[in-house]
C-alpha cells in the first residue's frame, strides 16, 4: 500500500473538533513530507499543513494557525491533524499526500503537485 489512508472526517458544529488519521506504509512515510490540503466544491486544493518527518519541521497555512496542529506518530507511520475552533469555511475533502524529500527547506516549499502520493480523501463538514 503506496497510498496513504486517511481516516476521521465527519460533521461537526462550528467551534467543534474533529482530529484526522493518515496511516502510511514504511516506504511512503520515511524520509517523507507529509502534508494535509483540502479542497471545498468551486474551490482550489489549499495546502492546510506539513511536516517533515525526520526533523518534526512544520507548515501551515493562514487560515488555520492556531486551530490546527500537524502532528506524526513515527513509529506507526501515522500523520495526524487537529482541528479545533472549525469553522463552516473549514467545510471540504481533506486528503492526505507524501512525497520524498531530503530537506526542510524543500518540503516546505514544496507545492500540491510536487506531492506523489495520495490518499482518497475524508470529507470534513462544519455547520453552523
Known amino acids: 500500500q503506496v497510498q496513504p489512508v486517511e481516516s476521521g472526517g465527519g460533521s461537526v458544529q462550528a467551534g467543534g473538533s474533529l482530529r484526522l488519521s493518515c496511516a502510511a506504509s514504511?516506504?511512503?512515510?520515511?524520509?517523507?513530507?507529509m502534508g494535509w490540503f483540502r479542497q471545498a466544491p468551486g474551490k482550489e486544493r489549499e495546502g492546510v499543513a506539513r511536516?517533515?518527518?525526520?526533523?518534526?519541521?512544520?507548515l501551515y497555512a493562514d487560515s488555520v494557525k492556531g486551530r490546527f496542529t500537524i502532528w506524526q506518530d513515527k513509529a506507526k507511520n501515522t500523520l495526524y491533524l487537529q482541528m479545533n475552533s472549525l469553522k463552516p469555511e473549514d467545510t471540504a475533502m481533506y486528503y492526505c499526500?507524501?512525497?520524498?524529500?531530503?530537506?526542510?527547506?524543500?518540503?516546505?516549499?514544496?507545492?500540491?503537485?510536487?506531492?506523489?502520493?495520495w490518499g482518497q480523501g475524508t470529507q470534513v463538514t462544519v455547520s453552523t
Open positions: 499526500a507524501a512525497s520524498r524529500t531530503y530537506s526542510d527547506y524543500a518540503c516546505l516549499r514544496k507545492n500540491a503537485d510536487d506531492f506523489d502520493y
Open positions: 514504511d516506504y511512503t512515510y520515511r524520509d517523507s513530507c
Open positions: 511536516i517533515r518527518v525526520s526533523s518534526s519541521r512544520t
